[in-house]
């Protein structure tokens, strides 16, 4: 959740001499910076930990409770942990499924990119270039120096720059996406951005949470979430609206919501919990929140 509009044509300053930061267009902005250049959670460091992709999504899939042996083993939490992190690539590796056909030469985009796990695995499975976006310099640069581990920098790249007014050119992209990153930012705007970046007949893929209009308004559990991490969701009508007013045309619409109830309901059993739990859990029993994916095509 890391990407909303920052101004590309003030005064910019830099951290360790990389990674160039624009000045937040509007004090929300910088308070959603700030917000995730403090972020330190170990729910997304430890579970990175295992393997080197480092998230900052949350996971599908069925738990694999023989892999995780006996609560009583002393290794029980270290196995809780590694499940954690498969769910949460999980999602990630479902997302690709859904970017369509890509080459080699092609250029995705990541609007709010985090840490670059799921730039790592695109390039992984593409061997294409992706380009990432973030509102914080310290998860830009922890993704940049990630890659360069990796021996993968010329090719996977955050940057501290603008959601809605990216520097990529007009039709540039063959395929981009927001993995819950999209309840930042105004949905036109960011539509519209999509819209321009990807080239025609490209690929737009968001997975988010978003509030279900049958429930009648957000609950409580919603506004929870909203405070928790200091964003706005928007519902899933919101989306397809902003999407058909900015020439994405919907492929699919998948409600993930069955399939990530038990990382949830793992999650809040291990000794990573942060207190959105029970609020994560509760919504997605009562039907008030909803986990989607929406794939759309660029006409």
């Not at 996406?177 to 930012?185: F, I, K, L, R």
Request: negative net charge.
């Amino acid at each position: 959740m890391t990407g909303t509009d920052f101004t590309t044509a003030t005064t910019a300053t830099s951290v360790s001499g990389s990674v160039f930061i624009p000045s937040p267009a509007t004090a929300y902005q910088g308070d959603i910076a700030r917000y995730w250049d403090h972020e330190a959670r170990p729910v997304n460091l430890r579970l990175g930990d295992v393997d080197g992709l480092y998230h900052h999504h949350y996971g599908i899939g069925d738990v694999d409770h023989a892999a995780l042996g006996d609560t009583s083993d002393s290794a029980y939490e270290k196995r809780l942990i590694a499940e954690l992190h498969r769910l949460e690539s999980a999602q990630a590796e479902v997302l690709l499924d859904n970017l369509g056909a890509i080459g080699s030469e092609d250029t995705l985009v990541d609007a709010g990119c985090g840490r670059g796990g799921s730039m790592v695995m695109a390039h992984q499975r593409f061997g294409c270039k992706v380009e990432g976006v973030t509102l914080s310099a310290k998860q830009a640069e922890f993704g940049n120096q990630r890659a360069a581990e990796l021996g993968i920098q010329d090719h996977v790249r955050a940057r501290v720059c603008n959601m809605l007014r990216t520097p990529f050119e007009t039709g540039s992209a063959a395929a981009s996406w927001n993995n819950e990153s999209s309840m930042y930012v105004d949905l036109d705007d960011l539509f519209a951005e999509h819209s321009r970046v990807l080239r025609v007949g490209g690929r737009y893929v968001t997975i988010t949470g978003c509030w279900n209009p049958r429930y009648g308004q957000p609950s409580k559990w919603v506004s929870q979430i909203n405070a928790h991490f200091e964003c706005n969701i928007h519902s899933r009508r919101e989306y397809l609206k902003a999407m058909a007013d900015n020439r994405l045309v919907p492929q699919a619409v998948i409600d993930l919501t069955p399939e990530t109830l038990p990382y949830w309901e793992l999650r809040a059993t291990s000794s990573l919990v942060t207190g959105i739990e029970e609020a994560f859990i509760n919504s997605y029993r009562d039907g008030s929140f909803q986990y989607v994916l929406i794939a759309a095509d660029r006409i």
